[in-house]
């Protein structure tokens, strides 16, 4: 699955570039990084966050990253649907024109 959105995002870059600027070293988060991101604990006496109210909410993140990441991807497969769908009827339409112009 990691190796589909390095290559789409590769893909996507060359393609469309962002109208924004992003450092090359930016990377996208991802769901696992954030299940798996853990914080220090708070030294004894210090006030701090507790750490399973962070860990519920990191899970909390991951899973709507994860639906993000699910419906990016069925949008693109949509979109390649219908631009393919679209290469088919204009393929349609210029061999239909070229066959009424031989036809005169």
């Known amino acids: 699955m990691h190796v589909f959105f390095r290559r789409t995002r590769r893909r996507q870059r060359s393609v469309h570039p962002p109208a924004y600027?992003?450092?090359a070293t930016y990377r996208l988060l991802r769901p696992w990084q954030v299940r798996e991101r853990r914080f220090r604990p708070t030294r004894l006496g210090r006030r701090g966050l507790d750490?399973?109210?962070?860990?519920?909410?990191?899970?909390r993140v991951a899973g709507d990253l994860?639906?993000?990441y699910d419906?990016?991807?069925q949008s693109r497969?949509?979109?390649?649907?219908?631009?393919?769908?679209l290469r088919r009827w204009q393929?349609?339409?210029?061999?239909a024109r070229m066959e009424r112009g031989?036809?005169?």
Not at 91 to 95: A, D
């Open 51 to 59: 750490p399973q109210e962070v860990r519920e909410f990191l899970d």
């Open 21 to 23: 600027y992003r450092s």
């Open 91 to 95: 393929s349609e339409q210029t061999h």
């Open 71 to 73: 419906a990016l991807a």
């Open 102 to 104: 031989a036809g005169r």
């Open 77 to 85: 497969q949509e979109t390649d649907r219908i631009k393919n769908a």
């Open 66 to 68: 994860a639906a993000v």
